[in-house]
């Protein structure tokens, strides 16, 4: 349950709404920032890669194309595109559903039945923050994160969980002998 409990809080945070009083780091936020800095972003140097990102992450055609006559033109049109897909039915009901969640079952431990996200949606929010973040690493610090549709940073995270369930084993092993 405590890992369900994580990679609700996780997903949540990322999907929050920016807040006057405390720095979220969430998309809306980053978005928001992009749009206050262009000038301080470093121009586009991987363009072919985040135009062939952006196809695969289903961008619109005119936020494709305005890669290539760079950053002043792109961050505008990329911005009201991202601010689409979160305001879309299928994000918000799934943010909504999530919100719910983590605010009555978790983080106030209130015993009424509350439906979560399916892990459905669940995988979908976290696919969209994954093609954010595949794009602003093309874009503006020529990183890759996101290369065929596989998010990089996935095996990363799932190596120690790897080495906790081999040294579980070992243990178990340990005793019964």
Request: glycine share 4%.
């Amino acid at each position: 349950m405590a890992m369900e409990s994580e990679a609700v809080l996780a997903v949540a945070r990322v999907y929050d709404k920016p807040s006057k009083r405390h720095r979220t780091r969430c998309i809306r936020r980053a978005l928001s920032l992009m749009e206050q800095n262009v000038e301080s972003l470093p121009e586009i140097v991987e363009a072919y890669n985040t135009e062939l990102h952006l196809e695969m992450s289903g961008a619109d055609s005119e936020v494709i194309r305005s890669v290539s006559n760079g950053k002043a033109e792109f961050i505008p049109l990329y911005t009201k595109y991202m601010q689409h897909v979160l305001n879309s039915h299928e994000i918000r009901a799934g943010v909504n559903s999530l919100r719910a969640l983590r605010d009555t079952r978790i983080a106030h431990n209130d015993a009424a039945s509350c439906v979560g996200p399916t892990w459905d949606a669940l995988n979908l929010l976290i696919k969209k923050a994954q093609c954010f973040v595949g794009v602003v690493g093309w874009a503006f610090f020529s990183t890759v994160y996101v290369n065929n549709n596989a998010y990089l940073l996935s095996s990363d995270a799932q190596r120690p969980a790897r080495s906790l369930r081999r040294l579980a084993k070992l243990l178990h092993q340990g005793r019964s002998q």
